[in-house]
């Protein structure tokens, strides 16, 4: 079993700061919603945010990697034998754990309205069972959940080593970044040895497939 931790997500509700742009304004009330109960999303608000976090527009508002990430995670063989379980902790220090028996929607726009729906009511149930559940919580709260002996920080500026050597330790947590420039904001570093898979920098679903496949190796589940 490993888990992964991805750290300092860039999921957040539209921040208050936003709150008077015109393109905003005309969101929410297409949307129907106030404007801190919709997700910030740089597909659709880029020149918003840039005008407002100069030079953030790349990095802040991501669900659509987070997304990819855990579409690539649910499909894996390893999920199926329910060998890998993920975290998620956010910029704003949310924990989101997800339930290995939850499907989640392969639709981004349903994604982005479980995620609006799952912070404002900190969790999901169907028949009964949590599918998913938002605390408040700092990084070191989501690695104090999994109780890991392993940790492995991934970064392209980590130590070089090949990714079987990495996935080698059972009952690892592997620590991704869950943004798409920039380094972590998290003092990840500290929590345990930073490791690189790759020369360049790679996607955060194609780091979590090289981990996941070389975990299926070693555990001879292809
Ligand atoms: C797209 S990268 C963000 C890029 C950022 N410039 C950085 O230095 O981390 C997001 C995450 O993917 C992982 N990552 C990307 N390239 C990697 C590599 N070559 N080796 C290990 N992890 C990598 C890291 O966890 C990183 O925080």
């Known amino acids: 079993m490993i888990n992964l931790i991805i750290a300092d997500a860039e999921i957040e509700f539209i921040p208050a700061e936003l709150s008077h742009d015109f393109n905003i304004i005309n969101l929410a009330k297409k949307r129907?919603?106030?404007?801190?109960?919709?997700?910030?999303?740089?597909?659709?608000m880029h020149s918003s945010i840039d005008k407002h976090f100069p030079g953030e527009s790349n990095r802040r508002g991501r669900p659509d990697i987070i997304h990819t990430l855990l579409m690539v995670v649910?499909?894996?063989?390893?999920?199926?034998?329910?060998?890998?379980?993920?975290?998620?902790?956010?910029?704003?220090?949310?924990?989101?754990?997800?339930?290995?028996e939850t499907r989640l929607p392969r639709s981004y726009n349903r994604f982005t309205g479980l995620l609006?729906?799952?912070?404002?009511?900190?969790?999901?149930e169907s028949d009964g069972t949590v599918l998913m559940e938002c605390y408040d919580g700092t990084l070191k709260d989501a690695l104090r959940m999994v109780n890991s002996e392993h940790v492995v920080v991934l970064s392209p500026s980590g130590?070089?080593?090949?990714?079987d050597q990495i996935t080698e330790e059972n009952?690892?947590?592997?620590?991704?970044?869950?943004?798409?420039?920039?380094?972590?904001?998290?003092?990840?570093?500290s929590m345990g040895r930073s490791c690189s898979i790759y020369r360049d920098e790679l996607t955060i679903w194609t780091v979590a497939s090289e981990i996941?496949?070389?975990?299926?190796r070693?555990?001879?589940l292809v």
Not at 171 to 189: L, P, Q, W
Not at 212 to 216: A, M, N, P
């Open 32 to 44: 129907g919603k106030s404007f801190d109960r919709i997700l910030l999303d740089s597909n659709y």
């Open 74 to 100: 649910q499909d894996s063989i390893l999920n199926k034998e329910k060998q890998i379980r993920v975290i998620i902790h956010t910029r704003m220090n949310k924990i989101i754990t997800i339930n290995q």
């Open 116 to 124: 609006e729906s799952l912070f404002v009511k900190g969790r999901i």
């Open 159 to 163: 130590e070089k080593k090949p990714i």
């Open 171 to 189: 009952e690892t947590t592997y620590i991704i970044g869950g943004f798409s420039e920039g380094d972590y904001i998290s003092d990840a570093y």
């Open 212 to 216: 996941i496949c070389s975990t299926e």
């Open 218 to 220: 070693r555990l001879g």
